[in-house]
Nanobody, 124 residues
Framework: QVQLVESGGGLVQAGGSLRLSCAAS????????MNWYRQAAGKQRELVAF???????WYVGPVKGRFTISRDNAKNTVYLQMSSLKPEDTAVYYCNVDRAIGGDIQRTRYLDIWGQGTLVTVSS
């Protein structure tokens, strides 16, 4: 069983910064792509950024230059450093893993794993 636990959300003023963390727990030997999504009230969930196992990154347009995604493979953890926050960044942020490989003999594959979400509120 693999679980994702997010932390770091909260209330911040516009222009401020927050750092989100997402740790994968369980018997894991490797994780493929790690993603951050967000869902604002009344809107669809959108992909914000991802990072591959090799460290390649991608960002959605509105966050480029303000957000930085990184990962610590030894800790099975992904981070999202958010700077110059704007009220439109207010949303529930979700961590997602597309594929993880377990450390059991069968090398169990865990697909499309989601965290519980963490709320980020940016006040104007």
């Amino acid at each position: 069983q693999v679980q994702l636990v997010e932390s770091g959300g909260g209330l911040v003023q516009a222009g401020g910064s927050l750092r989100l963390s997402c740790a994968a727990s369980g018997n894991i030997v490797s994780i493929n792509v790690m993603n951050w999504y967000r869902q604002a009230a009344g809107k669809q969930r959108e992909l914000v950024a991802f990072i591959t196992s090799g460290g390649s990154t991608w960002y959605v347009g509105p966050v480029k230059g303000r957000f930085t995604i990184s990962r610590d493979n030894a800790k099975n953890t992904v981070y999202l450093q958010m700077s110059s926050l704007k009220p439109e960044d207010t949303a529930v942020y979700y961590c997602n893993v597309d594929r993880a490989i377990g450390g059991d003999i069968q090398r169990t594959r865990y697909l499309d794993i989601w965290g519980q979400g963490t709320l980020v509120t940016v006040s104007s």
